[in-house]
């Protein structure tokens, strides 16, 4: 059975954070894209996407991910993502995902990178 994903987002100078819980699919495609853009605005220039929370994604989660990359990329959004297992993180790369968001280990990993490109 497919658990609802859960979006919860908090703010931080210049970008938000996502923080994701539950599965990943294509089911959860409109709710993730109005999260994003909800989040998206003149002032963020960064969006970090916790997938600590994650407890599965198929193939039709990661073509979401990949929309949400795109979609934060066009509007001249950085995007970031932590949490991800090694599985996942193999995965992400096969299907070019990490081409559209950098991967780090933690937030503390992802805000250091962010503060570095913010100056």
Do not use: C
Request: proline share 3%; net charge negative; aromatic share 8%.
């Amino acid at each position: 059975m497919e658990l609802p994903l859960v979006i919860e987002r908090r703010q931080f100078p210049n970008g938000s954070v996502l923080q994701l819980r539950g599965d990943l699919t294509k089911m959860s495609e409109n709710e993730l894209l109005d999260g994003l853009a909800g989040g998206l605005d003149d002032s963020v220039r960064f969006l970090a996407l916790d997938l600590t929370g994650v407890s599965y994604i198929n193939s039709g989660g990661m073509a979401v991910l990949i929309r949400l990359a795109r979609i934060a990329r066009k509007a001249g959004v950085h995007t970031f993502a932590w949490g991800v297992t090694p599985h996942y993180e193999k995965l992400f790369r096969m299907v070019g995902l990490t081409e559209w968001l950098m991967l780090y280990p933690n937030e503390f990993a992802v805000m250091q990178r962010i503060e570095a490109l913010d100056l």
